[in-house]
């Protein structure tokens, strides 16, 4: 239990940004999932599509500060990689 008024405040705050983070982090893994599915099925055209969507959504949540740039960077590239490899 935080003892003082700042300390309640900072409690109030950190849980209203873990449970927003928490949200945009669970709408990344959503779209990766539904990017890889596309993947795995062999829709390249879809994909491609779809990996333009990802790598938005990654460069916002780095941009905001939920993810790291260079975790959003290292996602967006691995995931790019998986598109090249599909024949």
């Known amino acids: ?22 949200s945009i982090k669970s709408r990344l893994k959503t779209l990766e999932k539904a990017y890889l599915a596309l993947v795995t099925a062999g829709n390249r055209n879809e994909a491609s599509a779809a990996l333009r969507t990802v790598a938005a959504a990654f460069d916002k ?9 260079n975790n959003a960077s ?7 990689l998986r598109l090249t490899r599909i024949k």
């Not at 949540?61 to 740039?69: C, R």
């Open 1 to 22: 239990m935080p003892n003082t008024k700042s300390a309640e405040r900072r409690l109030r705050n950190s849980t209203r940004r873990h449970l927003h983070n928490q």
């Open 61 to 69: 949540a780095a941009k905001s500060g939920v993810l790291h740039p």
């Open 74 to 80: 290292r996602k967006k590239s691995r995931l790019s």
